[in-house]
């Protein structure tokens, strides 16, 4: 687990599947971290999919979208699946506004980058 002052992580696995939790403020000043967090989960040996829940996500930054982009497309070069759940209330937003909640989410159509 990792645990900041405004964001923390909780990292689980099912077989090739990984879930990485997301909690608080997702911003440039935590952008470094959370972009680490996830390449690594995506470069772990037999790592077929990773899931990124942001539930408990209460904010979303310009710099956490580029996170999630970075990260899907790092997955996407190793042939790995890529995609966000549990977006709600204003990160949902910020994802849909962003025109990326169909890139990301399994909530619209998949597009390559």
Known sequence: MAIDDIWSCMVSRDGAVCTVDLAGEIDMSVHEAVLAVLLLEIDASGTD????????????????????VEAKQAAEAR?????????????????????????????GPSTSL
Request: aromatic share 4%; hydrophobic share 55%; glycine share 10%.
């Open 79 to 107: 042939a790995c699946t890529f995609v966000v759940t549990g977006a709600k209330g204003p990160v949902r937003q910020v994802l849909e506004i962003s025109e990326l909640l169909g890139l990301l989410t399994e909530d």
């Open 49 to 68: 999919a990773v899931r990124v829940d942001l539930a408990a996500v209460s904010f979303l930054g310009s710099a956490g979208l580029r996170v999630l």
